[in-house]
């Protein structure tokens, strides 16, 4: 099926996404001796892949609007092969961080762009699963990032490099790839190219969004200079930013990040400490594929409510094995693994397939780039503080892991009471039942 199949090549964005997010879980360490760093330091160098989320999920609203979702995607895979080159060949800290500055904005773009034109090409009955695919790249991004960074262990004190440099490869599949998809044709009836658009929603099969070419153009009345922050649009902002930060406030990105330090905190050694993480991204992709098969029948909010109350049991479980010990118990290994899989199941599944859905055309870049610069703010916050609590204090794996539990039962009364089920209704739909017209 054609929307399927350019659905898929643009989720690959998606992978090099989860690639890029948890391949430096492998080299932190080795990189903190390498250039001496101090906890503070460290947290800043892994950290700097995110600060380059947070300005690329800011900027990236704009070239998906001004030049199309297809160029900017185009763009953003040039961004992920600089990347992987300059992390994999520099010797010097500075540049290092340059280069994982420039990964990190093409994964703030992507995370932007990718849902946005997937969820834009999508017809409305599948477009859960198809954005969905997005999130399922991520995780097999992640599953693939750690068992490499396993495998590459044993290749000595370079073996960081091969760990950071393999993502070349899918890089430039990605960038090759995007040469085959058409223009998201909801862009192009923004910019009056109707029968551009006519002829990709035939070829996709949503004849919904044929019918509602005219409509797409009253809902686009604004243009390109149509302001998110006119009033019009509070709902959906709200819901947007609070979904973004509950997501980071999981703890997600702490976890992806230093895996096999918080192994090593409970007591594995360093060969098992990296084998570990690969169960989790094992775990993250099964329940990632089922949630993808159930979130177009069960709805978004019914996996968000589920999932709220796994993260609640196994963050609290974690918490708890780090207070008797302040190296934990090897039962960390299976807590995280639940943590993972309901994570996955639910906030993972949803939250780029919600935030690309509750926008109209004419601010949707608008509204995609404030829910990823939100989660990627939150990401950077987290992933800084991590090393620098959990080295500042005996007790540091504690506090964090209690903390991301009690953020995680103020998410579950935030989605129960206040969030809106979006499953099979159209985008023009959605917009109505929440106001905009």
């Keep these: 099926m054609y929307a399927l199949r350019i659905s898929l090549i643009a989720a690959?964005?998606?992978?090099?996404?989860?690639?890029?997010?948890?391949?430096?879980?492998?080299?932190?360490?080795?990189?903190?001796?390498?250039?001496?760093?101090?906890?503070?330091?460290?947290?800043?160098?892994?950290?700097?892949?995110?600060?380059?989320?947070?300005?690329?999920?800011?900027?990236?609203?704009?070239?998906?609007?001004?030049?199309?979702?297809?160029?900017?995607?185009?763009?953003?895979?040039?961004?992920?092969?600089?990347?992987?080159i300059g992390c994999a060949l520099t010797g010097k800290w500075i540049l290092f961080v340059i280069s994982r500055f420039i990964g990190g904005l093409a994964v703030g773009a992507s995370s932007v762009v990718g849902p946005m034109y997937i969820a834009e090409i999508a017809p409305a009955p599948m477009r859960g699963r198809l954005a969905g695919s997005f999130q399922l790249n991520i995780v097999f991004g992640i599953f693939v990032a750690y068992t490499s960074n396993f495998l590459f262990l044993g290749l000595g004190d370079d073996s960081w490099r091969w760990m950071l440099g393999v993502m070349v490869l899918p890089a430039a599949l990605f960038a090759i790839l995007l040469r085959t998809i058409p223009e998201s044709p909801r862009w192009l009836?923004?910019?009056?190219r109707d029968e551009e658009a006519r002829k990709i929603f035939e070829r996709t099969g949503d004849t919904e969004a044929m019918n509602n070419i005219m409509e797409e153009h009253t809902l686009a009345a604004g243009g390109t200079k149509e302001s998110l922050f006119n009033g019009r649009y509070r709902k959906p902002i709200m819901f947007a930013v609070l979904l973004a930060m509950f997501n980071q406030l999981a703890g997600i990105n702490a976890i992806l990040y230093y895996a096999p330090r918080i192994f090593e905190m409970a007591g594995f050694g360093q060969e098992k400490a990296f084998l570990q993480p690969v169960y989790i991204g094992a775990a993250n992709l099964l329940f990632t594929l089922l949630a993808m098969s159930l979130i177009d029948r069960f709805g978004r909010k019914t996996l968000l409510?589920?999932?709220s109350f796994g993260m609640i049991l196994f963050l609290g479980l974690t918490a708890l094995a780090f207070r008797e010990s302040a190296t934990g118990n090897t039962n960390v290994l299976y807590y995280l693994i639940?943590?993972?899989?309901?994570?996955?199941?639910?906030?993972?599944?949803?939250?780029?397939?919600?935030?690309?859905?509750?926008?109209?055309?004419?601010?949707?870049?608008?509204?995609?780039?404030?829910?990823?610069?939100?989660?990627?703010?939150?990401?950077a916050i987290i992933s800084w503080t991590f090393p620098v609590i959990v080295?500042?204090?005996?007790?540091?794996?504690?506090?964090?892991?209690?903390?991301?539990?009690?953020?995680?039962?103020?998410?579950?009364?935030?989605v129960w009471k206040f969030l809106p089920e979006t499953k099979g209704k159209s985008l023009e739909r959605i917009q109505k039942e929440l106001g905009i017209e």
């Design 391 to 414: 080295e500042g204090s005996e007790r540091g794996g504690y506090y964090s892991f209690l903390f991301y539990c009690v953020m995680m039962v103020l998410h579950l009364l935030f």
């Design 338 to 379: 639940g943590f993972i899989a309901f994570f996955a199941f639910s906030q993972g599944a949803v939250i780029w397939v919600f935030i690309s859905e509750i926008f109209p055309n004419s601010v949707r870049s608008q509204g995609g780039a404030l829910g990823s610069f939100t989660h990627w703010i939150m990401a």
């Design 305 to 307: 409510i589920i999932g």
């Design 189 to 192: 009836v923004l910019n009056n």
């Design 12 to 84: 690959l964005g998606g992978f090099l996404f989860g690639f890029e997010t948890a391949v430096i879980s492998g080299a932190e360490k080795t990189i903190q001796k390498l250039w001496s760093l101090s906890s503070g330091w460290q947290g800043f160098t892994v950290a700097s892949s995110l600060i380059g989320t947070v300005i690329g999920s800011l900027l990236a609203g704009y070239p998906a609007q001004r030049f199309g979702r297809k160029k900017t995607l185009m763009g953003i895979a040039m961004l992920y092969l600089v990347s992987a």
